[in-house]
């Protein structure tokens, strides 16, 4: 499978402070010299052409069973409770829907839709995102969505109810869905919420 990392202009891997992240996705990987470096005030060209093909690497590294390309996020497209991002990859470098993002942390979301040279991207945040899941990598599966006006946490529902589940728990996919491959981050149990039927018990986890 292919793939691509997002860099903010800087050749960094967060944009903004509302969203921490950045991504990957299918696509084909570059060669250094077609990764774009700006100028960025306070470092040499080659100083930051060093760090981003550095992030490259690393990150390449770390998915290594996917060719990772560098991309970045040039938009935000907020409507409503939705928050999805606009980055600058398209059709043109093979980008199609439904294809899986994540950055060096972990889940971002999918792609929702692709022009010639840009793709939106619904973030796992966004109240109208769901995803299949599991807590420290039991085979019993969990869904988690975003919550109404918070950018941080998300939901976690469907737990088994003699699923032991504490603060701290890591939170992965799990490979169902057919987005998002098994064992990408989504982030840890912050908050464990009992209910006084068992089925119905939730937790709330902060993203990664």
Not at 79 to 105: L, P, Q, S, T
Not at 122 to 140: E, G, M, P, R
């Amino acid at each position: 499978m292919k793939s691509i990392y997002i860099t903010d202009e800087n050749g960094n891997f967060k944009k903004t402070d509302k969203l921490e992240k950045s991504s990957w996705i299918d696509l084909v990987s570059p060669t250094k010299e077609e990764i774009e470096v700006p100028n960025v005030a306070g470092l040499t060209i080659l100083e930051a052409e060093n760090n981003n093909y550095k992030n490259y690497l690393e990150l390449a590294e770390e998915y290594n069973d996917y060719d990772v390309v560098p991309a970045y996020i040039i938009n935000e497209d907020l409507f409503n409770y939705n928050y999805n991002i606009i980055i600058n990859v398209g059709k043109r470098d093979g980008v199609e829907k439904d294809m899986a993002v994540v950055n060096e942390d972990g889940v971002v979301g999918h792609v929702i839709s692709v022009t010639d040279n840009t793709a939106k991207v619904k973030t796992l945040v966004d109240t109208s995102c769901f995803i299949s899941a599991s807590i420290n990598d039991i085979n019993n599966s969990i869904v988690c969505n975003g919550l109404l006006n918070n950018r941080e946490n998300l939901k976690g529902v469907f737990i088994e109810p003699g699923q032991n589940v504490v603060v701290g728990d890591l939170v992965e996919t799990n490979g169902l869905g057919g987005i998002y491959p098994k064992g990408l981050k989504i982030g840890t149990v912050k908050e464990i919420i009992d209910t006084k039927n068992i089925t119905d018990r939730y937790v709330i986890i902060k993203t990664s």
